[in-house]
């Protein structure tokens, strides 16, 4: 099986836009019974894209909808960073870009103190 390849070939499409607007590797992944398409990250982030039933008044192009979630690696699975949901995987994906690519920040940050004119040694002639 390659890489655009997925058991029921249904993800093909979506492994390839993804795969282009990430530039990162691509992979369908088993999730909540079903399967998912994740695309990791730098800073342990991952996205989690999942296929849905067709939304009320849905485009007559669009074939369902779909669910995007940032994660942390080392966060909890079903708790995500940021999630849309779109008829379209790429506005979804849009929606929580901005996520993907901050970095994190630390729980708590470090101090250095203040730094103060005594504590600044004076310049030699």
Known sequence: ???LDTADGGFADA???LAT???RPVRVVPHC???AVR???EFGRYV???KGGPAAGADPDADGTWTVSVHDVDGHPDLALARATD???VDAFDLV???VRVRPTVAEPCTTGELTAAAVPAATA
């Open 21 to 23: 607007v990430t530039h």
């Open 1 to 3: 099986m390659g890489w």
């Open 39 to 41: 695309v990791d990250f």
């Open 48 to 50: 989690l894209a999942r």
């Open 15 to 17: 492994v390839a836009m």
């Open 33 to 35: 019974g079903g399967e």
């Open 87 to 89: 008829e379209w995987l």
């Open 97 to 99: 870009a901005d996520v």
